[in-house]
């Protein structure tokens, strides 16, 4: 269940609610009991990471994922045009 913030317009106090999404929004401040809280709108706090998820989930177009932008490659970019000096 999400958890929602609430501020009440005539005293100020904030809440936090833990709440389904098809409750009703609370509107009656527990502080001084007046109809005038209201929901606030905020980010949501999470992060995915980790191994678990494929490469090509969250991937559009040529992004590399994070993980991997750190990483060198392991064929030079010469190889792929074929125009390396010959080792000797």
Request: aromatic content about 6%.
């Amino acid at each position: 269940m999400p958890i929602y913030e609430y501020r009440c317009d005539d005293c100020g106090h904030e809440l936090e609610a833990l709440q389904k999404m098809s409750d009703v929004p609370r509107t009656e401040c527990p502080a001084c009991g007046e109809p005038t809280l209201k929901k606030l709108i905020s980010a949501a706090g999470f992060r995915l990471k980790g191994g678990g998820w494929y490469e090509t989930d969250f991937k559009n177009g040529k992004k590399k994922n994070l993980h991997d932008a750190g990483k060198k490659e392991s064929t030079p970019p010469c190889a792929k045009t074929g125009s390396c000096p010959a080792a000797k």
